[in-house]
Nanobody
Framework: QVQLVESGGGLVQPGGSLRLSCAAS????????AAWYRQAPEKPREFVAG???????NYADSVKGRFTISRDNTKNTVYLQMSSLKPEDTAVYYC?????????WGQGTQVTVSS
C-alpha cells in the first residue's frame, strides 16, 4: 500500500508560479512511474504530466513549456513546477504513483489562478 501526501496548491495570479509536491510512503519509489492529473469543476480528470522511473517526462499539449515534472528519489517525492499560470489551469491537481501495477492517487490539492 502506498500513501501519498500532496502539498503546494493555493491561489496565484495569472502569470504566476507554484510548485506542487507529492510525497509517497513505502519503499521502491525509484522504480515507480508517476504522473499529475487535474480536474476542473464539471470536467473530467485529465492528464497533465508524467515521468518514468528513468526520468523520461511527457506533458499535455496545454502545459508544454510552462510546467515541469521532476522527482527526487531520495525523498520519495514527485514535483510539478508550474509557471506562466493561466485561469484555465484552475483545478484540483492529483498525483498518481504506479507501483507494482497498481495506481495510487493523492488526495488532491486545489490550484486557483485568478486576479
Amino acid at each position: 500500500q502506498v500513501q501519498l501526501v500532496e502539498s503546494g496548491g493555493g491561489l496565484v495570479q495569472p502569470g504566476g508560479s507554484l510548485r506542487l509536491s507529492c510525497a509517497a510512503s513505502g519503499s521502491g519509489f525509484s522504480a515507480n512511474g508517476a504522473a499529475w492529473y487535474r480536474q476542473a469543476p464539471e470536467k473530467p480528470r485529465e492528464f497533465v504530466a508524467g515521468i518514468t522511473s528513468g526520468n523520461t517526462a511527457n506533458y499535455a499539449d496545454s502545459v508544454k513549456g510552462r510546467f515541469t515534472i521532476s522527482r527526487d528519489n531520495t525523498k520519495n517525492t514527485v514535483y510539478l513546477q508550474m509557471s506562466s499560470l493561466k485561469p484555465e489551469d484552475t483545478a484540483v491537481y492529483y498525483c498518481l504513483i504506479v507501483a507494482g501495477g497498481t495506481g495510487y492517487w493523492g488526495q488532491g490539492t486545489q490550484v486557483t489562478v485568478s486576479s
